[in-house]
């Protein structure tokens, strides 16, 4: 099976920097996703690590270490419409199902 | 970028009935998914919907409760039948044009069952 953990809930303040944390364990790992997920709404695309090291994408990066099972994602000048869930996902060896984590809901705050 | 729509978007169902969820894309897809989405819970893969044959069914989850279609690349059901209140949850389709791509989803369907 596969344990992806990530925290339940994080506060942040607007134009902060805030880093949302992912650990997985998982054996023939292929590949780490990260969704956003406003209330009501699907899931969006936002990145995806396949090799070690950081990828960045305007005011998201995320970054993987695969010998250490971890990955985050990092969300610069924070602006309250990022309020939402943060989903990480891991697919395994060279199959098409992704493996979500409990996701982490986000709150910027004023 | 392609459209998935899904349809009902939302829908209140009583006790014992099936209900037929659609997805639609607005171009062809090589992998098509179903998935479940309980209150304030992640998302978990009911199956993978294979286009003319038979649905592959993740553990806890069996055809005879969530039959699928996937007649061709673009289009693809999901039923959820004889219905109880443990079923409320939001349904959503996700689909994939090649390996290593990412998956996007459809706007789902939320489901209440009374």
């Known amino acids: 099976g596969q344990n992806i953990d990530q925290p339940t809930e994080m506060t942040a303040t607007e134009g902060a920097i805030v880093q949302i944390n992912c650990t997985y364990q998982t054996s023939g790992f292929n590949g780490l996703f990260w969704y956003q997920q406003h209330a009501g709404e699907a899931p969006t695309f936002l990145s995806y690590?396949?090799?070690?090291g950081l990828e960045e994408k305007g005011r998201f990066s995320s970054f993987l270490s695969r010998s250490k099972g971890y990955s985050y994602l990092l969300l610069k000048e924070l602006q309250m419409k990022d309020s939402a869930s943060y989903l990480c996902?891991?697919?395994?060896?060279?199959?098409?199902?992704?493996?979500f984590g409990g996701g982490t809901r986000l709150m910027v705050k004023p | 970028s392609a459209v998935i729509s899904q349809k009902p978007s939302r829908d209140i169902c009583q006790r014992g009935t099936s209900l037929t969820i659609q997805c639609q894309v607005d171009s062809q897809v090589t992998m098509m998914f179903w998935y479940r989405q309980q209150p304030g819970q992640s998302l978990t893969l009911i199956a993978t919907a294979n286009q003319g044959s038979e649905a592959t069914y993740e553990s806890g989850f069996v055809i005879d409760k969530f039959p699928i279609s996937r007649p061709n690349l673009t289009f693809s059901t999901l039923t959820v039948s004889n219905m109880s209140p443990e079923d409320s949850s939001i349904y959503l389709c996700?689909?994939?044009?090649?390996?290593?791509?990412?998956?996007?989803f459809g706007d789902g369907t939320r489901l209440s069952i009374l």
């Open positions: 690590n396949v090799l070690d």
């Open positions: 996902a891991v697919i395994k060896d060279a199959g098409n199902m992704l493996t």
């Open positions: 996700s689909v994939k044009w090649g390996s290593n791509q990412p998956q996007h």
